[in-house]
């Protein structure tokens, strides 16, 4: 596949007639709206700076400076959190490459993770959930001589990404790499199959096994990287087949509050199933028999958004500002860690839920950044927003939980670069598991496809990219050639017309004019196909 970028940068003018939507004024799309700073790229880009700085310190500054490995919690500074340091890891590649973290800091934390991981307690390979700085595994419920190949599987992640990016000639990167092979190769992931079911927990002293990895969920990367692993320790391409999409996998045809859902429970679960398989693997390029991922992570959150809007109790008082359920902290009188979703909800809110799906809604997450940005301020502190807050009462918890605080920094840089989606996807063992998988690249996609309009709109809000200060929007040309893009008012009236040159395959298409009246509703029309926008 080709993608080619198609700079439109345009004048024309603006009819001020438009049909009418719903939602709040911002998305309605038929107010009469003075063009605004709200939104403005600078602003946006600055916040976004903020959050992703206070999120690599997190990683760097407030891990344990020995080891290298974050700890699972700001208020626990005894034990060391797994899979989160996995997904942490990305986070020092984002500071590197931000410039904010020096590159031979980066690489030599990273080759503390690994030293410590190579002489801390494994199991048959795997690694332990929590640990303590000494290496030893610190129980994570009933896990006293346990692996968990799911924090495994977060884990290699982060290392095997960082291989891609730390692939420089010096001591610390080669000896970075030289230990990242070392443990993927010792690691049997099949230790954790027993009668063809792939296991979450394989318990060494005991030789039992827990929790079967059964999709949907968040742990289809343990599957991507196991069926990669050296001969003899990968995970069988048929308990992919048979475990992983075995059991009701699959609802072909759908559909939540109009968003089609294939995978998952029917209001699709907390968000961090869109999430943490997913800060690596790009879901843009992720297709097979049964869905397009990139639709099934952003329809979730769509269908997450849409049922904190208008579903939930009204005391609970959520708004397009405050929504987003996923695993949290609780706050207040609700303090307890909970799994919460659209089917189990009790008022509190996770800035990481709305923040991390930054790629599939921009627009809607970031109406959530700029609200906790100026109306939460004790929930923005040292390093960022903290675990959980709660819109009826104004309370917050600001603990930061590793797990949760990771995703932000990388899926913000994910909508912002796509680094983090690069440098894993050009791996040769994610490449060879995904392969295995039946995972392609989309090729039976056309149009705005990456684009959901709001079901309760028919609209697609967009705004300008903080960092190329223009509207972007993905286009997937059969044939690309010659073709012209028009924005027309309700009316049918043409404000803007403009000859690109497509490639045949993904196009990203920018276009933006200073004069162009925002929080209005357009026609935006290439080739055959069309899509319904607001600009902000």
């Given at each position: 596949?080709?993608?080619?970028?198609?700079?439109?940068?345009?004048?024309?003018?603006?009819?001020?007639?438009?049909?009418?939507c719903?939602?709040?004024?911002?998305?309605?799309?038929?107010?009469?709206?003075?063009?605004d700073n709200?939104?403005a790229?600078?602003?946006?880009?600055?916040?976004?700076?903020?959050?992703?700085?206070?999120?690599?310190?997190?990683?760097?500054?407030?891990?344990?400076?020995?080891?290298?490995m974050?700890?699972?919690?700001?208020?626990?500074?005894?034990?060391?959190?797994?899979?989160?340091?996995g997904?942490?890891?990305?986070?020092?590649?984002?500071?590197?490459?931000?410039?904010?973290?020096?590159?031979?800091?980066?690489?030599?934390?990273?080759?503390?993770?690994?030293?410590?991981?190579?002489?801390?307690?494994?199991?048959?390979?795997?690694?332990?959930?929590?640990?303590?700085?000494?290496?030893?595994?610190?129980?994570?419920?009933?896990?006293?001589?346990?692996?968990?190949?799911?924090?495994?599987?977060?884990?290699?992640?982060?290392?095997?990404?960082?291989?891609?990016?730390?692939?420089?000639?010096?001591?610390?990167?080669?000896?970075?790499?030289?230990?990242?092979?070392?443990?993927?190769?010792?690691?049997?992931?099949?230790?954790f199959?027993?009668?063809?079911m792939?296991y979450?927990?394989?318990?060494?002293?005991?030789?039992?096994?827990?929790?079967?990895?059964v999709?949907?969920?968040?742990?289809?990367l343990?599957?991507?990287?196991g069926?990669?692993?050296?001969?003899?320790?990968?995970?069988?391409?048929?308990?992919?087949?048979?475990?992983?999409?075995g059991y009701?996998?699959?609802?072909?045809?759908?559909q939540?509050?109009?968003?089609?859902?294939?995978?998952?429970?029917?209001?699709?679960?907390?968000l961090?199933?869109?999430?943490?398989?997913?800060?690596?693997?790009?879901?843009?390029?992720?297709?097979?028999?049964y869905c397009?991922?990139?639709?099934?992570?952003?329809?979730?959150?769509?269908?997450?958004?849409h049922y904190?809007?208008?579903?939930?109790?009204?005391?609970?008082?959520?708004?397009?500002?405050?929504?987003?359920?996923?695993?949290?902290?609780?706050?207040?009188?609700?303090?307890?860690y909970?799994?919460?979703?659209?089917?189990?909800?009790d008022?509190?809110?996770?800035?990481?839920?709305?923040?991390?799906?930054?790629?599939?809604?921009?627009?809607?997450?970031?109406?959530?950044?700029?609200?906790?940005?100026?109306?939460?301020?004790?929930?923005?502190?040292?390093?960022?927003?903290?675990?959980?807050?709660?819109?009826?009462?104004?309370?917050?918890?600001?603990?930061?939980?590793?797990?949760?605080?990771?995703?932000?920094?990388?899926?913000?840089?994910?909508?912002?670069?796509?680094?983090?989606?690069?440098?894993?996807?050009?791996n040769?063992?994610?490449?060879?598991?995904?392969?295995?998988?039946?995972?392609?690249?989309?090729?039976?996609?056309?149009?705005?496809?990456t684009?959901v309009?709001?079901?309760?709109?028919?609209?697609?809000?967009?705004?300008?990219?903080p960092?190329?200060?223009?509207?972007e929007?993905?286009?997937?040309?059969r044939?690309?050639?010659?073709?012209?893009?028009r924005?027309?008012?309700?009316?049918?009236?043409?404000v803007?017309?403009?000859?690109?040159?497509?490639?045949?395959?993904?196009?990203?298409?920018?276009?933006?004019?200073?004069?162009?009246?925002?929080?209005?509703k357009?026609?935006?029309?290439?080739e055959?196909?069309?899509?319904?926008v607001?600009?902000?």
């Amino acid at each position: 596949m080709r993608m080619k970028m198609i700079n439109a940068i345009m004048s024309f003018a603006v009819v001020a007639s438009m049909a009418g939507c719903v939602e709040d004024l911002s998305t309605t799309g038929d107010e009469f709206m003075e063009n605004d700073n709200t939104y403005a790229p600078a602003k946006i880009r600055n916040i976004m700076d903020e959050h992703e700085i206070k999120s690599v310190r997190f990683f760097t500054e407030g891990a344990n400076q020995e080891t290298g490995m974050a700890y699972n919690s700001s208020l626990d500074k005894q034990t060391l959190t797994t899979g989160a340091s996995g997904m942490g890891v990305m986070n020092i590649i984002i500071g590197v490459e931000r410039g904010w973290l020096s590159r031979e800091a980066g690489a030599e934390q990273v080759a503390k993770i690994t030293r410590f991981l190579k002489t801390a307690d494994k199991f048959d390979g795997s690694f332990a959930h929590w640990y303590s700085p000494q290496g030893k595994i610190i129980a994570f419920g009933n896990q006293n001589q346990a692996g968990e190949i799911v924090e495994t599987a977060f884990m290699m992640g982060g290392l095997l990404t960082a291989c891609e990016y730390f692939n420089q000639e010096n001591d610390i990167e080669i000896e970075l790499r030289k230990n990242t092979e070392e443990l993927w190769n010792n690691i049997n992931w099949r230790r954790f199959i027993k009668d063809g079911m792939l296991y979450w927990i394989w318990h060494q002293d005991e030789d039992r096994y827990e929790l079967p990895v059964v999709g949907w969920n968040e742990t289809l990367l343990v599957y991507i990287l196991g069926m990669a692993a050296p001969e003899g320790h990968n995970i069988p391409v048929d308990v992919y087949n048979n475990c992983w999409q075995g059991y009701n996998f699959c609802h072909k045809g759908r559909q939540t509050y109009g968003y089609s859902l294939p995978l998952g429970s029917d209001k699709g679960g907390p968000l961090f199933l869109a999430h943490y398989s997913f800060l690596g693997l790009d879901p843009k390029r992720m297709e097979d028999k049964y869905c397009f991922y990139w639709r099934q992570n952003q329809n979730h959150t769509m269908i997450n958004r849409h049922y904190c809007l208008y579903e939930a109790p009204k005391e609970y008082n959520y708004n397009e500002s405050d929504w987003g359920l996923t695993a949290c902290s609780g706050v207040g009188e609700e303090s307890g860690y909970l799994s919460r979703d659209p089917e189990y909800d009790d008022g509190v809110l996770a800035p990481t839920a709305a923040l991390s799906s930054m790629p599939y809604t921009p627009f809607y997450s970031t109406q959530v950044l700029l609200n906790l940005q100026y109306n939460y301020a004790k929930l923005n502190g040292k390093y960022g927003f903290g675990v959980a807050y709660r819109p009826a009462k104004k309370e917050v918890n600001v603990e930061y939980l590793a797990m949760e605080h990771a995703p932000m920094a990388v899926m913000f840089e994910n909508y912002r670069s796509g680094l983090i989606w690069n440098l894993m996807m050009r791996n040769e063992h994610v490449r060879k598991g995904l392969q295995l998988a039946g995972i392609t690249e989309p090729a039976g996609q056309t149009g705005f496809y990456t684009s959901v309009v709001n079901s309760q709109t028919g609209c697609y809000d967009m705004m300008r990219h903080p960092d190329r200060e223009c509207y972007e929007i993905d286009y997937y040309s059969r044939t690309g050639g010659n073709a012209m893009l028009r924005l027309t008012t309700s009316s049918g009236e043409t404000v803007m017309s403009k000859s690109l040159e497509l490639s045949s395959g993904v196009n990203t298409v920018q276009f933006y004019d200073p004069n162009v009246m925002r929080n209005r509703k357009y026609t935006l029309t290439l080739e055959s196909s069309s899509i319904n926008v607001i600009l902000h």
